[in-house]
């Protein structure tokens, strides 16, 4: 298979010994201290999958500092890096943020081409794919791509740009970036934002890890449903992002409750300053609001902070939710807000169905929905469209069933080893058709 500008890779099955190493560089990964959202959950079901896949895979990411800089799990290694600097910024993956950026971009390239891949390209007569994420990355790929040319083997690797977000594109050399890489995306979305930047991408969607798919513990659901009686539960796990529709979300809640219905919305955001303007909207609109932090980790402490809900409308989890706790509460809930206004993606979506809830999302990025079929589908700010979707259900029930049959199978269509091998596989192998 071939980069954009003609080079060489391979493209194999997954059963032959074809030589083929993956190397996915990423600011976000596995550790908690490199977990900030979405890009996170990909990475880590993308890299497993990989390796599961058979592929010697290899993840550079900035991790932990406390951790070793490289790890072995079979044929996934970690590489933490920028751990000299993250030491001194303990908050997270983007703490100190552009001075791990320059040094990502200056120490890792040399270190990957001297001691993993010219060994494997040269001395083992091997290739490589290398997925970089973001635009962290990029001043990374233009390196490595200098180096492998340098070296005289940029035609046995393909460099692939993938774009999550639009985060920083005002900040990209795009010239530099389409000679160096075959650039990606994740939704047909991302695809017409990124032409208004003169980029044509490919589309390569995200995809679930197959822990995704595990039932949340029947018991622990049934005492979630148990604990708000016959109340309509909204949840909404996302960043207190304008863009995320928070203020529609406290507004529908609002209006549920004129209406006389009993709202509760459990409301999981991040660290973002607009947390406290939403949590100042819905009590200015006469929503009781309580903010809570699990006392201990896991599903257990999710249902201790959400005990004593008599007269809340709204509660503010202020801990992190693990995989578990997030299927229970999407599971058990009556439905889960995942509309945003601007969604390149919508993991958060595909994550509800496949823990058999039903998913409420926006219109932009989600290429997965079937409005009414396998979710519910907002195209308005009203709540009233809000109001109407639910009562539906409400009167409904079996539409509610339907509902989350459909979209649990949908998601079934997204996990990793199926979009590895129905679409990821096969794009790289295209690009070496023009050789």
Not at 42 to 67: C, K, Y
Not at 230 to 246: N, T, Y
Request: proline share 4%; hydrophobic share 40%.
């Amino acid at each position: 298979m071939a980069s954009n500008d003609g080079s060489d890779a391979a493209g194999c099955s997954v059963a032959e010994d074809c030589g083929l190493q993956f190397h996915i560089l990423c600011f976000e990964g596995p550790d908690d201290y490199a977990r900030a959202g979405g890009i996170a959950s990909r990475i880590s079901g993308l890299s497993e999958a990989l390796a599961d896949a058979g592929f010697e895979t290899h993840l550079w990411f900035v991790g932990d500092p406390n951790l070793s800089g490289h790890e072995v799990r079979g044929r996934l290694h970690l590489h933490r890096w920028c751990q000299w600097i993250s030491s001194y910024h303990p908050d997270g993956v983007y703490a100190g943020e552009e001075g791990k950026r320059a040094d990502y971009a200056r120490s890792l390239p040399p270190v990957l081409l001297n001691e993993v891949l010219r060994p494997h390209l040269r001395e083992r007569g091997g290739r490589a794919v290398i997925l970089a994420e973001e635009w962290h990355t990029v001043d990374a790929v233009l390196h490595l791509d200098w180096l492998l040319r340098a070296a005289g083997l940029r035609e046995r690797a393909t460099i692939v740009w993938n774009a999550n977000n639009t985060f920083s594109f005002d900040r990209i050399n795009w010239d530099g970036l389409s000679r160096a890489a075959v650039i990606m995306t994740v939704s047909r979305y991302m695809k017409q934002l990124m032409r208004q930047w003169g980029v044509e991408a490919l589309v390569v969607p995200n995809g679930l890890s197959a822990d995704a798919f595990q039932l949340p513990e029947r018991e622990a659901v049934r005492e979630f449903r148990r604990r708000f009686g016959g109340r309509m539960v909204l949840s909404k796990v996302a960043r207190w992002d304008p863009d995320k529709r928070w203020l529609g979300a406290v507004g529908a809640v609002g209006e549920l409750k004129r209406h006389g219905w009993c709202p509760l919305l459990i409301a999981r955001g991040g660290v973002e300053a607009h947390g406290g303007e939403v949590l100042a909207a819905a009590a200015a609109r006469g929503l009781r609001v309580v903010e809570r932090a699990c006392p201990v980790p896991g599903v257990r402490g999710m249902m201790q902070a959400l005990q004593g809900m008599d007269g809340t409308d709204v509660v503010s989890l202020r801990s992190t939710l693990d995989a578990e706790s997030r299927r229970v509460l999407f599971r058990g809930s009556s439905a889960v807000l995942a509309n945003s206004g601007h969604e390149p993606f919508g993991l958060v979506g595909l994550e509800t169905m496949a823990a058999g809830g039903i998913a409420c999302t926006g219109c932009s990025g989600e290429d997965y929905v079937v409005p009414g079929h396998n979710a519910l589908v907002l195209e308005t700010d009203n709540p009233l469209e809000l109001l109407s979707l639910l009562e539906g259900l409400r009167d409904n029930p079996a539409q509610g069933r339907a509902l989350r049959r459909a979209g649990r199978a949908t998601a079934r269509r997204f996990v990793w080893s199926n979009i590895i091998n129905r679409i990821l596989l096969p794009r790289l192998r295209l690009l070496g058709a023009h050789e």
